[in-house]
């Protein structure tokens, strides 16, 4: 956890050097008065939080593990996946009879709900990701799903992106985050 920890910080300090072209305004909002709480939030191999505060005219950095907040279903397949991954028990791969977000919004994840898809919602495996090295499926997860190549691939990121922006939703919320949420992580 302190590794996690740290790579939540660097992601969180980053803020502050990124350059304009790396910053992409989802929602624009009326800037606050007086400097204002920041939040991360950054898939990767698990799911990253983290909140910048202020205290005494200076910034804070405040680590979160909020990725293990339970994952909260809104549609049937949802549910189902939610029971899925719940009823595993495997502490040494991340399960523990619960269903988190970083369950589903992480390079695990993508390959959690793939799995879910493939096995138990009747999408039928794709032999692209089949045949993948265990290493890089995720990605060929993610790259088939960008281009829609294959159904299973597609609806696992759209499964993967609504948990992402609800689960960023609830993060902004949780810390009042007025000067705005960014979105970290590994991107190609």
């Not at 920890?5 to 969180?12: E, I, L, N, P, T």
């Not at 399960?95 to 993508?110: D, L």
């Not at 990701?129 to 829609?148: F, H, N, T, Y």
């Not at 992106?161 to 689960?167: E, I, N, P, S």
Request: hydrophobic share 40%.
């Amino acid at each position: 956890a302190d590794f996690r920890h740290m790579v939540d910080r660097f992601h969180a300090a980053g803020i502050e050097v990124l350059p304009p072209k790396s910053l992409h305004t989802l929602r624009k909002g009326k800037p606050p008065k007086t400097p204002a709480t920041q939040a991360v939030i950054a898939p990767g191999t698990g799911l990253g939080h983290a909140s910048l505060i202020w205290a005494h005219d200076d910034r804070v950095i405040n680590p979160s593990e909020a990725g293990h907040i339970e994952f909260a279903a809104k549609t049937e397949l949802e549910e189902r996946l939610r029971a899925h991954i719940a009823a595993i028990d495997d502490p040494a791969r991340g399960f523990f009879n619960r269903c988190s977000y970083e369950n589903i919004v992480s390079g695990r994840g993508i390959l959690n709900v793939y799995s879910f898809l493939t096995t138990a919602a009747g999408y039928k495996p794709c032999p692209l990701v089949e045949a993948a090295d265990p290493r890089d499926k995720a990605g060929v997860v993610s790259q088939l799903g960008l281009k829609s190549a294959d159904p299973a691939c597609t609806e696992t990121l759209n499964l993967f992106v609504t948990a992402l922006g609800r689960q960023a939703g609830n993060f902004t919320l949780a810390v009042l985050a007025q000067a705005g949420l960014y979105l970290g992580g590994v991107w190609n």
